[in-house]
């Protein structure tokens, strides 16, 4: 069995469950053909009704280009109509180049999001209601390897070992994933704040950020909507402080590099970077929401250990934690209705010139340089 297939049998029979009858939307780029087959034909196998639902880079850059203001803004009622009807979404990302709308004015990419908004706040209302499941996964294609700094052959590798996808049994080892998460989620849920803590270094401040999850409901992101996954997520409520992300926040093909939040109440008072300032704040003015925090993660997939200039594999390094402005998700306590959605990452590891950090649980020590205190909790590899 080769990793394509590999990957889709995981996606549809331990992500999705895809069942009999489930009407299932395949969304790609034709890039990922390959992988959409075997997609189809393991929900076919299933006894579901697949569609595929095709994307395009080159047909979002001429509606950016030529649209007006209202056509990119516009709501699309099939796409309005599809989030309505589909059981499972599963869709892949298979960038043919991640920048490709970087050199438009970040109002264009404003008002794309704008368009979104409906469609993603019915998205999250419906997962929260288990009436939709989803999953979104990576084709690898020679642009991610690029921004990854790999060859396609090597990014294909991390792509697969990532996804557990080496192993004889990958749907054996996401279930073993899942029941070391849950013990995180139990002993994180009725916790009433966590403060994330890394001391300051390199000119800058460090990160001194507290976090309300009284009211929180945490997740156990275990290879169900993402995949490859490792995290546990909540809804915030309040939040205060301020956090210095380690890696470059990457949206929509925009690399901003240095971002510093400044948290008060819960929403962002203060916006800075060293590159890429403008369109931080454009992105955060976009809309009433998009300057409240959506959701807070404790990254535990310690197979990804590097920077990828990928959200979905950076956002789970084991090791780090990330916050996302913008839209909240339903079923973790956090109803925050906004276009933007956007996850930053910051490493709590220690490295050459830069401390570890910590993160503590209604003041007992939870995470430190990296790694949970309790080793029953997900920790790297032995080896």
Not at 52 to 58: A, G, K, N
Request: hydrophobic fraction near 40%.
């Amino acid at each position: 069995m080769n990793y394509l297939t590999k990957l889709a049998d995981v996606l549809v029979r331990y992500s999705t469950a895809v069942k009999t009858g489930d009407l299932v939307a395949v969304i790609a780029e034709p890039a990922a053909m390959p992988l959409v087959k075997e997609i189809y034909a393991a929900c076919l196998r299933a006894g579901a009704n697949p569609f595929y639902s095709p994307r395009s880079e080159d047909l979002q850059e001429l509606l950016v280009a030529h649209g007006s203001d209202e056509q990119i803004a516009f709501v699309s009622p099939i796409q309005q109509h599809l989030v309505e009807t589909i059981d499972v979404s599963i869709a892949l990302w298979a960038e043919q180049n991640s920048q490709f709308l970087a050199g438009y004015p970040a109002s264009k990419a404003a008002l794309l999001q704008q368009a979104r908004k409906p469609y993603l706040k019915r998205f999250m209302q419906r997962e929260a209601e288990k009436t939709l499941r989803w999953v979104g996964s990576q084709y690898p294609t020679q642009a991610s390897a690029q921004d990854a700094g790999m060859s396609l052959r090597l990014y294909e590798e991390f792509v697969y070992r990532a996804g557990l996808l080496h192993l004889p049994d990958p749907v054996a080892a996401w279930q073993a994933v899942e029941r070391t998460q849950q013990r995180v989620v139990d002993y994180l849920q009725g916790r009433k704040e966590l403060h994330f803590r890394v001391p300051p270094h390199n000119g800058h401040d460090g990160t001194d950020l507290k976090v309300d999850v009284s009211r929180a409901t945490w997740i156990n992101c275990c290879g169900h909507s993402n995949f490859p996954d490792g995290e546990v997520f909540a809804g915030p409520g309040g939040v205060d402080g301020h956090v210095n992300y380690t890696f470059p926040a990457v949206y929509m093909g925009h690399r901003v590099e240095g971002v510093r939040l400044k948290f008060k109440a819960g929403r962002v008072v203060e916006a800075t970077a060293r590159s890429g300032e403008a369109f931080l704040h454009q992105m955060l003015d976009q809309d009433a929401g998009a300057r409240t925090l959506g959701e807070i993660a404790i990254g535990t997939n310690y197979g990804i250990r590097n920077f990828s200039c990928n959200t979905l594999f950076d956002e789970k390094i084991g090791g780090t934690f990330h916050a996302a402005v913008g839209a909240g998700y339903p079923k973790s306590g956090n109803t925050n209705e906004s276009g933007l959605h956007w996850d930053m990452v910051c490493d709590l590891r220690p490295l050459e010139g830069r401390p570890g950090g910590t993160i503590h649980s209604d003041g007992a020590l939870l995470h430190a340089d990296g790694l949970f205190v309790d080793p029953a909790f997900p920790r790297p590899a032995a080896g």
